[in-house]
């Protein structure tokens, strides 16, 4: 640390590994799309398109905000796009938590990093013994309410008529619900912006659109809210989308039928692996999502990581008491969920 870092106090959040070597490993460990981006995303981008990275991305996205508001049956004023949805996080926590946050205590890892960069109090909820969040935990707390849905690593997910619970508790604080998942098989919390204008949510382009490289996310909520996250926006990188991502991302969003296609793909696969993981004993939680959250009977979740990745698959694992026992596993095409199990048979031979 250099004698001029303010932030003396700051840890970063840790990312899943991306190996150099990417090609010569099964790579299940940062919930991306084993599929590639949509023909019709790819089909977009061409020496014209390429040559106009000169210019600065247009200002109002309009092919990609009228794409996301016909999926959704949304306004464009309802939306704002930004870099990812790290990025709309960002922007949350800085300007939409005038008194604090409050999270889960087992969820996505960077909303308390994000606290400590921007100076939030928060308050972490215990979720219950089998991982399930109470929505009455919350009554009282004055912060903004975090919830990933479904959760990670969990993957499970709360039904919406307990977000509308969560909504009603107080009308006067902001709930974000953060859906980067929620195409597998979770049910959106749109629909429920017509009836409440303290929720605010939040997707991204890099599980379901496999466009993680692209980086690019979104928000929806009331037009107040859409226009506050481009008030921060616009004071921090107006122009925090480029070009190429921009024309990618408005076909993923219009391609429904790939959409559709590779995301019941990975349902499925996820429903073959569960199901196969369960029957060598696994203890495997009920998933929305595209990652499997496993415990390997008689080895801790270190140990099940670890001699996967002497065989070649790179999964993740979270070395804290409450989840030390399990593994985040990636649900990839069917081969390489075969490779999986194979491996994992093997495993179980030396236990
Ligand atoms: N929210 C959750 C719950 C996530 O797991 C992730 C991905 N790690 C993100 C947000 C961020 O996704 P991205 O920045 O790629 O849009």
Redesign the pocket.
């Known amino acids: 640390m250099s004698r001029f870092f303010k932030l003396t106090e700051l840890e970063p959040y840790v990312?899943?590994e991306q190996p150099a070597n990417v090609d010569q490993l099964i790579k299940l460990n940062?919930?991306e799309n084993p599929y590639p981006p949509s023909p019709r995303a790819l089909a977009a981008i061409n020496e014209e398109e390429l040559k106009k990275l000169r210019l600065y991305p247009s200002l109002d996205a309009k092919g990609l905000m009228e794409a996301i508001a016909v999926h959704y049956g949304v306004s464009t004023r309802q939306i704002c796009i930004c870099?990812?949805?790290?990025?709309?996080?960002a922007f949350m926590y800085h300007g939409l938590c005038p008194e604090g946050a409050v999270f889960a205590d087992l969820?996505?890892g960077?909303y308390p990093v994000f606290c400590h960069m921007f100076g939030i109090p928060y308050e972490e909820i215990p979720l219950r013994e089998d991982f399930t969040l109470a929505v009455e935990d919350y009554a009282g707390k004055k912060g903004t309410v975090f919830i990933?849905n479904p959760?990670?690593?969990t993957g499970l997910f709360l039904p919406l008529s307990e977000i509308r619970r969560l909504l009603e508790q107080d009308p006067n604080r902001l709930v974000v619900v953060?859906e980067?998942?929620i195409d597998f098989g979770g049910e959106t919390a749109v629909p429920l912006l017509k009836e409440y204008d303290n929720l605010l949510i939040?997707?991204?382009?890099?599980?379901s659109r496999a466009l993680?490289g692209g980086?690019?996310?979104f928000v929806i909520g009331s037009e107040e809210l859409a226009n506050d996250m481009n008030t921060l926006k616009y004071s921090f990188n107006p122009y925090n989308v480029n070009r190429v991502t921009m024309l990618m991302g408005e076909q993923a969003m219009r391609d429904e039928d790939y959409f559709n296609k590779t995301r019941t793909a990975v349902m499925e696969n996820r429903e073959w692996t569960r199901q196969q993981l369960c029957e060598l004993g696994f203890t495997v939680t009920d998933s929305r999502s595209n990652f499997l959250f496993a415990a390997a009977p008689g080895m801790s979740g270190k140990e099940y990581y670890a001699a996967l990745r002497d065989r070649g698959i790179l999964v993740r694992y979270f070395d804290k008491p409450r989840t030390k026992a399990y593994c985040r596993i990636t649900i990839g095409t069917r081969e390489q969920m075969e490779a999986l199990l194979e491996a994992t048979r093997d495993i179980l031979k030396g236990v």
């Open positions: 990312p899943g940062t919930n870099n990812s949805s790290d990025e709309t996080l969820t996505y960077f990933t959760n990670a690593p953060d980067a998942y939040t997707q991204t382009f890099s599980k993680a980086r690019l996310g």
